[in-house]
Structure formats: structure tokens, C-alpha cells
């Protein structure tokens, strides 16, 4: 299994970027996928998922109403489209998988840096 998380960079406070993780090495409609960042001297936190299907989604509510989770499961691949961006979302993003009946993600991508400036 492999994730290629990309799209990370630097951008001004309010700016936006949008973060793709493609995977390959299983059957992408099967898992689900979550985004996750950690930032400097931080532990890694959640930050947001979404279904096999797409159906459902959850967000940390320090992201809520600004970033947006999506897939296409015809491209295995998974996008975060982050808007309004803020220092504090200066972090590493990495994007994860777990299978839709299991109870952890399991396969994890390299991160993306988002370096977000004041």
C-alpha cells in the first residue's frame, strides 16, 4: 500500500491550498481516509475523514466550515481543500487508510508540509 500525499506549501493567513493524496497497493472504495497534521513540537492530531463511499465526513471543529474532504474513487485518490487558512494550521499532513471494517488506520502517506504565514 502507498499514499502520496502532495499539495502542501506556503501560503499567506486566509489563503487557501488544496492537498491530493493518491493511493495505490489496494482497493481505494474499501478504505476509508483521513487527513491528519501535526504540527511543531505537537502531537499528531485528527483533523478529518471520510467514508468508503463518501457518504459521511467528520472534521476537527478547529476546521469546520473552512476545509473540505473529498474523494474520487475512480482516481484512489483523496483530496483537503483548506480555505481560510490560519498560522495554526501550519503543520505536516499526512493522509491515512482504514479499511472500512477495521477499528485504526493502518497505512499511512509520507505528510505534506502547509507552512501558513502571518
Known amino acids: 500500500v502507498q499514499l502520496q500525499a502532495s499539495g502542501g506549501g506556503l501560503v499567506q493567513a486566509g489563503g487557501y491550498l488544496r492537498l491530493s493524496c493518491a493511493a495505490s497497493?489496494?482497493?481505494?472504495?474499501?478504505?476509508?481516509m483521513g487527513w491528519f497534521r501535526q504540527a511543531p513540537g505537537k502531537e499528531r492530531e485528527f483533523v478529518t475523514s471520510i467514508s468508503w463511499s463518501g457518504g459521511t465526513t467528520y472534521y476537527v471543529d478547529s476546521v469546520k466550515g473552512r476545509f473540505t474532504i473529498s474523494r474520487d474513487n475512480a482516481k484512489n485518490t483523496v483530496f483537503l481543500q483548506m480555505n481560510s487558512l490560519k498560522p495554526e494550521d501550519t503543520a505536516v499532513y499526512y493522509c491515512a487508510a482504514k479499511f472500512k471494517g477495521g477499528v485504526r488506520y493502518d497505512n499511512w502517506g509520507q505528510g505534506t508540509l502547509v507552512t501558513v504565514s502571518s
Open positions: 497497493g489496494l482497493t481505494f472504495s474499501n478504505y476509508n
